[in-house]
């Protein structure tokens, strides 16, 4: 295996010529490997599947399609390209040169931070290892592969930090990245939402529409860090993630682009005619999105957090676009919460901004998540129905910060508990409703082919026709 390891795992970052860090990683891809044929994608390992793979960081190089079997998948290591002269862009440290080791009194945390972001990318691949059974044609199954082996490169990125800076702690993380699994009753994965079963199309969709933006939050936020090799490695990751974003973004205004279609022909926006028909109705969709978007909100930590405002202070880990900010040290500014007051209203508390970065960082993941629902709605303007996707309130559902555990309709109003058990069969899916939207999930792998649920997308892959044979089964 030495021998051609260049080759093996493209890469930029000298391992031809780094001993050690080869040795390390050669002793990991193994136990990947077995990782991945155990709990990656299941049973489509044989297929050739019409993949990008980076093989470079320039724009030549990044997006190289052809047909590959998925354990043969080329996980290379890429970081961007560094920067001349690059400076602390945040905290305490503003100004200084960036770090291009690991400081001593910042080794731990950084540690954690790695290993929290490395843990959510094998998760998914968890999560969604037994989608391709029922993609509902071969476009989106490639799609779903493309997801799976770039999560699965992005572990590798977050090892190679790992194996590369932080010696042998860093060695025994990398190994426990494929010890905790998704769901596993006694090694769960960190984060709750890398824990819900993705077991249909319309939760994926959400999923890498809502939690695969959370991931691109975290990286951008990661992207700013004073450790240059961290955010080197998640500037570079940000570029595969698009695409994640994108088939979630597509794969929702699909699914509603279906549907209206069949209200149309209908003419009833029935929901009991609607199932009959096989599409998913609206009030369905919104369901789902108002749990996997509530679910990702909490994925951004705690509203007032002294870890935060350190990770800020020291410039760990800062704000996506820092340099959009006019003050970059935060040291005297507040932010204003919006707090329960505990007798079923709403207060007001002002908290140093550095403390406040997680809220910063989530306003801003909700403006982004807006941005899709305007395609959406849009789909449905032009269709002349007054019906409207919406977000729910910041304030709803949540488990994690100030309103953890405090009963909300969706508009973010505090209710009762009672009020909440007796009507959250209107605002989240029942098991009757993922009964049904199960019930519609078949495999469809005719070339071209589409489910029945779900509008045929705009256009092709890497400008080849919807009706491509993405996928070659042997
Ligand atoms: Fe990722
Ligand atoms: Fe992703």
Not at 96 to 113: A, I, Y
Not at 454 to 473: S, V
Request: aromatic share 12%; proline share 5%; glycine share 8%.
């Amino acid at each position: 295996m030495e021998s051609n390891y260049q080759d093996r795992i493209p890469n930029n970052v000298g391992l031809g010529s780094n001993r050690t860090l080869q040795r390390a990683l050669e002793h990991w891809q193994p136990e990947f490997l077995n990782w991945w044929h155990g709990l990656g994608p299941s049973d489509f390992n044989a297929s050739s599947v019409y993949l990008r793979t980076a093989i470079s960081v320039d724009t030549k190089g990044w997006a190289t399609f052809d047909y590959v079997r998925m354990p043969d998948y080329r996980w290379g290591i890429f970081l961007a390209q560094q920067e001349d002269d690059r400076r602390v862009g945040f905290g305490d440290h503003f100004g200084q040169p960036v770090w291009q080791q690991v400081p001593g009194e910042h080794r731990s945390t950084l540690r954690r931070l790695i290993v929290t972001q490395g843990d959510t990318e094998p998760a998914s691949v968890e999560q969604q290892r037994l989608l391709g059974h029922t993609a509902p044609s071969l476009y989106d199954l490639r799609n779903l592969f493309q997801v799976n082996v770039e999560e699965g490169r992005h572990l590798w990125a977050m090892v190679y930090l790992l194996h590369a800076y932080f010696g042998r702690d860093g060695r025994e993380e990398a190994e426990e990245l494929l010890e905790r699994h998704s769901g596993d009753a006694d090694k769960p994965r960190i984060l709750s939402t890398f824990n819900e079963p993705i077991s249909d199309w319309l939760s994926f969709y959400m999923f890498t529409y809502f939690t695969d933006r959370d991931g691109k939050f975290q990286l951008k936020s990661l992207a700013e860090s004073s450790f240059d090799p961290l955010a080197r490695t998640c500037k570079f990751m940000l570029t595969e993630e698009a695409h994640h974003m994108f088939v979630g973004d597509t794969g929702i205004g699909r699914v509603i682009k279906r549907t209206i279609e069949v209200m149309k022909e209908l003419g009833t926006d029935d929901q009991i005619a609607l199932r009959k028909a096989g599409v998913i109705d609206l009030p369905t969709i919104q369901k789902y999105l108002n749990f996997w978007f509530s679910s990702s909100l909490d994925l951004f930590g705690g509203d007032s957090s002294s870890n935060a405002a350190s990770y800020f202070a020291n410039g760990l880990k800062g704000r996506p676009d820092e340099i959009k900010y006019e003050d970059h040290i935060e040291a005297e500014s507040s932010y204003t919460l919006e707090l329960p007051d505990g007798k079923g209203g709403i207060r007001e508390e002002r908290i140093p901004m550095r403390n406040a970065v997680n809220e910063v960082v989530r306003e801003a993941y909700v403006r982004d998540c807006e941005k899709g629902m305007a395609r959406w709605n849009r789909h449905l303007e032009e269709a002349g129905y007054p019906h409207r996707m919406t977000l729910p309130s910041t304030r709803f559902r949540r488990t994690v910060g100030s309103w953890a555990n405090v009963p909300t309709n969706p508009e973010g109003k505090p209710i009762s508990a009672e009020e909440f058990n007796a009507r959250q069969d209107e605002w989240l899916p029942t098991s009757d409703d993922r009964a049904y939207v199960h019930s519609v999930m078949r495999g469809v792998f005719e070339r071209g082919k589409m489910a029945g649920w779900i509008a045929p997308p705009e256009r092709g892959i890497n400008t080849q026709p919807i009706d491509f044979e993405y996928i070659k089964f042997h």
